[in-house]
Structures are given as C-alpha cells and as structure tokens.
C-alpha cells in the first residue's frame, strides 16, 4: 500500500513539474515582452497594463504550483523509506523544485528591474535605444534555461535507469534466493524416504525386543509355576 501511495505521489509530482516548466517558458517570455510594450507609445497605455496583468496573474498560478509541488514532496518524505533509489528520486524532485524557485525569482526580478527601468527612461523622455541588448540577455537567459531543462530530463533519466538497474539486480537476487530454497525442498523431499525406511526398521525392532521380552516373561511365569506346585 505505501508503495502504491508512492508511484502516485511521484506521478502526480512528475506532471506538475512538466506543467510548471512549460508555464516558466511562458512566464519568461511575458517577461521579456513586457519590456518591449512598455516602450511602445503613449497612445497604447493599456498594453503595458494588460501586460502587467497577465504577468501578475501567471506568478499567482506558478506560485500556487510551486507550493502544491513542495506539498507533494513532503508528503513523499513522510512515506516510509522504500530503498536507496527511492531516496535518490526524492532528492531528486527537491532539487527540481528548488531550481524552479531559483528560476522564478530570477524572472520576477528581472522584470522588476526592466520595468523601473523602462519607468526612469520614460521619465526622462529618452528611449530605450538598449533594447536589443535587453532582448539579447533575455534570449540567452532563455537558451540557458532550456540548456537546464535538458539536463533536468537527462539526469531524470539517468534516475529511472538506476532505478530499473536495481530493480532488476533485486529481482535476480530473489529469483536466486528462490532456486536455493527449492534445491532445499528437493534434498529434503529425497531423503524423506530414507527416513520413513529408517523408522520402519526401528518399529521392527521394537516389536522383535517386545515379542521376545513378552516369551522371557511367559517362560519365567511357567517355570514359577511348576515349581510351585511341584
């Protein structure tokens, strides 16, 4: 049973972690796109405030995905402990978290730094002709978070291979285990038969050392008998 409760913690914490990494590639674009519709003209005031609201409304989902996957994780921990691999997987997820957590508050301050920025610039009436660097940083801020993605699924990977590995070691070490305990079964069963022969022979001779004691003692009783009335 809490091997069951286990694979569907771990199922669950799975496809979280792949929904909250494709809503972090969707926050870091919104992130990086605000900037550039806050440098858009006056007449488009409302753009930067949509802009806004979306961003604000996608940290409130990742945030409440962020804590719903680190309630997963304790909930794993508190199980008891199934062996190395397990443990391994667990720190594993942990470590992931803990990464999107990273990666999240990056983007958050990221995007609070643009938008003071942008805020400076447009209070001095000066355009932000350094846009394309913005977009420059940004994309490879992007190319390294999908650098980290794959690493993440390389080394999930790399977890479940381990896993299947001592698996089937396990399961080896129990199929010997059960060939010794049949070759045991089947060295008993061949001596049964020697025993049952041996303690055959042994009620013979009970019954032999009986019958014989049984005429010592007639003879005796007859003998006391003839001499009695002799």
Do not use: W
């Amino acid at each position: 049973m809490g091997g069951t409760s286990y694979d569907v913690l771990r199922k669950q914490a799975r496809s979280l972690e792949n929904e909250i990494d494709l809503k972090l590639v969707a926050f870091s674009k919104i992130g990086a796109g605000s900037s550039t519709s806050v440098a858009t003209n006056n007449a488009s005031d409302t753009s930067p405030l949509l802009s806004e609201h979306i961003f604000d409304t996608v940290s409130v989902e990742i945030e409440q995905m962020l804590d719903k996957l680190s309630t997963l994780n304790e909930s794993m921990s508190e199980l008891p402990a199934t062996g190395a691999a397990a443990m391994h997987t667990l720190q594993r997820h942990r470590e992931i978290l803990q990464g999107y957590r990273q990666e999240f508050n990056k983007i958050c301050a990221n995007h609070t730094m643009r938008i003071e920025r942008e805020e400076l610039l447009r209070g001095s009436g000066l355009a932000p002709t350094s846009s394309p660097t913005i977009s420059g940083l940004s994309r490879r801020d992007m190319y390294l978070k999908e650098s980290g993605h794959l690493h993440s699924s390389s080394s999930m990977v790399n977890d479940q291979i381990n896993i299947a590995i001592e698996t089937r070691d396990n399961l080896h070490a129990q199929r010997y285990a059960f060939k010794r305990l049949q070759t045991r079964f089947n060295d008993i069963s061949n001596r049964f038969p020697l025993i049952s022969s041996l303690i055959q022979r042994i009620n013979i001779k009970k019954r032999r050392d009986s019958l014989i004691l049984g005429a010592v003692i007639g003879f005796c009783v007859i003998l006391l008998l003839l001499y009695a009335f002799n």
